[in-house]
């Protein structure tokens, strides 16, 4: 069972345009949430994170947005660049940390 | 921001040779460590978490003495995969936990691509 859903697999957006990334938990133990980028042969590497009794969290052109009610959070990429492009993974931890399935980012020129 | 390497980055070796893969946190002490599997265009797969001093625990289905995990030190983790084969061909990753007070997270190192021929 997959405790964290993430949506969509994957997306297209032309540079400059928003990319929105959202995952969904039922687990209400987790504390934690962040975000990974990873690059293709590369280890996934910590983005932007957030706790759940922070509704929004900037860091850059990167923004978490957290619905603590609906448990479900999503990352928002601003004016997003070709070199945004890679696969982006939510997590959430309580004791361990649990991954999402991943979306595979494409931002064209 | 915390750096966890990874030594060697890739590896070719012939089917039925081990092959030791090292994870160091550089900046940080991490008593736990994980050891992840990632195959291509799919999320990582826990395979064991790895405590310092203490054996390391697996994940349902993980094979403990095909993948022999040793965290000698608390900077340093190792993954053995013994007779190695085809099958066994994967992008390894580790990752170290940091407690910062309240707050922990995971930090990745780079991956280890291996390549059982």
């Known amino acids: 069972q997959q405790q964290v859903k993430q949506s969509p697999q994957s997306l297209i957006v032309q540079k400059g345009g928003i990319p929105i990334i959202n995952c969904a938990y039922e687990?209400?133990?987790?504390?934690?949430f962040p975000w990974y980028q990873q690059f293709p042969g590369k280890g996934p590497a910590l983005l932007i994170a957030?706790?759940?009794?922070?509704s929004e969290k900037k860091e850059g052109r990167f923004t978490i947005s957290f619905n603590k009610s609906a448990k479900q959070f999503s990352l928002h990429i601003m004016d997003s660049q070709p070199g945004d492009s890679a696969t982006y993974f939510c997590?959430?931890?309580?004791?361990?940390?649990?991954f999402g399935g991943g979306t595979r980012l494409m931002v064209k020129p | 921001g915390a750096v966890v390497s990874q030594h060697p980055s890739w590896v070719i070796c012939k089917s039925g040779t081990s092959v030791k893969i090292e994870c160091r946190s550089l900046?940080?002490?991490?008593?736990?460590m994980f050891w992840y599997r990632q195959f291509p265009k799919q999320s990582l797969m826990l395979m064991a978490t790895?405590?310092?001093?203490?054996?390391?625990?697996?994940e349902q289905g993980v094979e403990k003495d095909k993948f022999l995990i040793n965290h000698a030190s608390l900077t340093l983790s190792t993954l053995t995969v013994t007779s190695a084969h085809p099958e066994d061909s994967s992008f390894y990753i580790c990752?170290?936990?940091?407690?910062?007070?309240?707050?922990?997270?995971?930090?990745f190192g780079p991956g280890t691509r291996l390549l059982v021929l």
């Open positions: 790895s405590n310092e001093g203490s054996k390391a625990t697996y």
């Open positions: 900046d940080f002490q991490a008593t736990t």
């Open positions: 687990n209400t133990a987790f504390d934690y």
């Open positions: 990752s170290a936990r940091l407690l910062a007070g309240a707050l922990e997270t995971q930090y």
């Open positions: 957030i706790r759940p009794d922070v």
């Open positions: 997590a959430a931890i309580a004791s361990m940390l649990t």
